[in-house]
């Protein structure tokens, strides 16, 4: 029911990679990112985190820990704002705040520091309307 999830997250001059690394991996317990090395408009250096993962067993602990995690009140937002989140190719959008992650705190945030995942829905034929349905079946607040 899930192609694949990937993650993005970027690594400020201020911020400690090892940090954010323990982040994502509360997320993403195997997960081994890409790293690749940009700049901001001022010149200073910014690390890009990514990864896409592709196991089935992955994605799904993925969307159970998700289930099992979230809040109430988070699970409220998704059910309000799925039909924003989800867009015509059938990939559902979710950022997690990046700091509280690190303290092992599901969250999610609208800032751009964050842990930014996309979840691409397996759908067919491929279109938003049947992406939300099967969202529907994989969790379970909608």
């Given at each position: 029911?899930?192609?694949?999830?990937?993650?993005?997250?970027?690594?400020?001059?201020?911020?400690?990679?090892?940090?954010?690394?323990?982040?994502?991996?509360?997320l993403f317990s195997n997960s081994l990112p890409e790293k690749s090395i940009t700049e901001d408009h001022f010149?200073?250096?910014?690390?890009?985190?990514?990864?896409?993962?592709?196991?089935?067993?992955?994605?799904?602990?993925?969307?159970?820990?998700?289930?099992?995690?979230?809040?109430?009140?988070?699970?409220?937002?998704?059910?309000?704002?799925?039909?924003?989140?989800?867009?015509?190719?059938?990939?559902?959008?979710?950022?997690f705040d990046k700091q509280l992650a690190y303290d092992e705190t599901l969250k999610l945030t609208y800032s751009?520091?964050?842990?930014?995942?996309?979840?691409?829905?397996?759908?067919?034929?491929?279109?938003?309307?049947?992406?939300?349905?099967?969202?529907?079946?994989?969790?379970?607040?909608?």
């Amino acid at each position: 029911m899930i192609h694949n999830i990937t993650y993005r997250t970027f690594v400020y001059g201020t911020e400690d990679e090892e940090k954010v690394m323990t982040s994502i991996s509360y997320l993403f317990s195997n997960s081994l990112p890409e790293k690749s090395i940009t700049e901001d408009h001022f010149g200073n250096k910014i690390i890009v985190l990514t990864d896409k993962i592709t196991k089935k067993r992955t994605n799904k602990d993925f969307i159970a820990f998700l289930n099992d995690n979230l809040s109430q009140e988070d699970k409220t937002i998704i059910k309000n704002e799925l039909d924003r989140r989800i867009d015509e190719k059938g990939n559902l959008f979710l950022r997690f705040d990046k700091q509280l992650a690190y303290d092992e705190t599901l969250k999610l945030t609208y800032s751009g520091d964050a842990i930014h995942i996309r979840i691409k829905i397996a759908s067919y034929p491929v279109s938003k309307e049947n992406a939300i349905n099967v969202a529907k079946k994989l969790f379970n607040f909608l």
